[in-house]
């Protein structure tokens, strides 16, 4: 199977050399930026371009990387749409958007949070597929295949929901660990010692719910608690703001059901 | 050594188990509630109270694992405080409760969450540490030493903050997973999918300072993201308001920067 990387962002890289090490060829890489698609295609041995006049057009999958709001302006910017099937790697964007321009697409959306500087193990990642015909469904779960077994079929509409509870999960999530972070750095405390609550906090909802696993001041309106805590953090008056808020919504739904 | 454990509550089972298993003497149990004070006695194999008139006097150590409220009533009801080292083992209360009782204390505190369904492995949690003298302090080291290479010395000030990081840390972390999976059970989309992105926003802080871990779209504030996602929580109000609050302060905070 021939296949063309659009865009060279960190979705890009690691999803082009996860299948490239399982013996997929990558034929193309595209990124208008040509510094970007060179440094890519460096890394996967093969070739670059930065203008989409000089696309590849006899490719099996041409796979759409891309910032959410570019995937548009590319298609437009095609002279001709190749003949292959075309999918996109987003979270947030239905896959309708290439009505108009292909007949044959799909996503292929691996859920997770990834970094250029860390490695990412596929075997754990979740690969969620939709494709506008059976056929091209099966061929994209066969290339997902090769890579996890977490292989799901999302709808558009349901694909939608999920990036926003990802959004929850994992932005969120790390925003909570930042703020715990500046008040123990502003108490002369290391991070260090909040790492395993961290990985014990994850580690919980595998074998818990995240509503039966839920603890601390708020789920018993322990007022003292709570006072004391709101107390330090006179100081910083957004992040007093966010324990008041989530406090009470802890308090409201445990106490609803 | 000879400890008394006051409370019979997650900390008190899961802290005599692994004491106990080091060869430590669970000489007592004391809980007001005979049954969980049997039941507890009975899992250390050792005797059991729930008249504090009858409190083992010789121990070396008193171990009170008990809600944060209920340290000063349970000394004020002793008849007689033991002459042996008394330490508590809260996050969020002053090691000098103590004063007026004993001269002789400090504190213990296993900074993990603690359910009594699910094991710990006590090498993984970190230990704080405070005494009332250097001498108490060498004990309470060497004890955690027996437990775990995580130990700490904390101040009462610190233990405090450290009390309130721990809150965002684990329990505003788990309402984070929790909205998640109201989000995706509403939408019919099994919570499994996304704990691998939980997993590895938990180890991503490992190696990652949780301000350069930040991704999503509120930190490059991404409108169009960001309202449509806003119109999907039109129907939960409470997590909308979480939605804008949080979204608005990440980017504040990464605009500052």
Redesign the interface.
């Known amino acids: 199977m021939e296949i063309v990387l659009i865009g060279s962002g960190s979705v890009a890289t690691h999803l082009g050399s996860a299948l490239q090490s399982k013996g997929i060829t990558i034929k193309q890489v595209f990124s208008r930026n040509p510094e970007n698609a060179q440094h890519l295609a460096k890394k996967l041995n093969t070739t670059y371009i930065d203008d989409l006049e000089d696309l590849y057009l006899d490719a099996d999958l041409y796979i759409y990387a891309l910032k ?2 570019a995937l548009k302006s590319v298609l437009r910017k095609m002279e001709r749409i190749p003949a292959g099937i075309h999918v996109h790697t987003a979270g ?1 964007i239905p896959m309708t958007d290439f009505e108009g321009f292909t007949g044959s697409y799909g996503v292929f959306y691996p ?3 990834f ?1 250029l ?2 490695d ?1 193990d596929f075997t ?3 690969i ?1 597929i939709e494709a506008s015909s059976i056929e091209i469904e099966q061929v994209l779960f066969d290339l997902a295949k090769l890579l996890t077994d ?1 292989i ?1 079929t ?1 709808n558009s ?2 694909r ?3 990036h ?18 500046q ?2 750095d ?4 290391q ?1 260090e ?19 039966d ?7 018993r309106f ?1 007022e ?2 709570i006072a ?2 709101l107390l ?2 006179n100081k910083y008056p ?2 007093s ?3 008041s ?2 406090s009470k ?2 308090h ?2 445990h106490k609803r059901s």
């Open positions: 959410d709001s947030s859920l997770q949070s970094s500087k860390k990412v754990q990642i979740p969620c977490k799901y999302i509409e349901q939608k929901k999920l926003l509870a990802a959004v929850f999960a994992c932005n969120f999530t790390n925003y909570m660990y930042d703020i715990a972070s008040i123990l502003d108490s002369a405390i991070f010692i909040i790492q395993p609550l961290i990985a014990e906090t994850a580690e919980k909802i595998k074998t818990l719910s995240p509503y696993a839920q603890t601390g001041p708020a789920i322990d003292t608690t004391r805590h330090m953090l957004e992040i703001k966010i324990y808020l989530l919504e802890i409201t739904r």
